[in-house]
């Protein structure tokens, strides 16, 4: 018998694994570099005191902030911006 949260969490991995896998073939390949919406995030986390300035990692969620500021499936853990439809 299965578990009957174990197919929403495993859904959740292959959720968050493709959203970094897509967020770091958007960074290295530069797509939607200068969209308005990663322009606007990149405002945002730029300013947030969770963002470590150095690595460019989010204290909060652990992310590549560059990264994933460029995955329209990606919102911010504090809500400051959110997914794109």
Request: proline content about 4%; some cysteine.
């Amino acid at each position: 018998m299965a578990c009957g949260g174990c197919n929403k969490k495993s859904n959740k991995v292959v959720q968050k694994t493709t959203n970094i896998i897509e967020g770091w073939t958007n960074l290295i390949t530069q797509r939607y570099k200068n969209t308005p919406y990663v322009k606007n995030r990149a405002q945002i986390c730029s300013r947030c005191k969770q963002l470590n300035n150095t690595t460019k990692f989010c204290k909060l969620c652990g992310c590549f902030v560059p990264a994933k500021i460029t995955v329209k499936k990606e919102k911010c853990p504090f809500g400051y911006w959110g997914k794109i439809v």
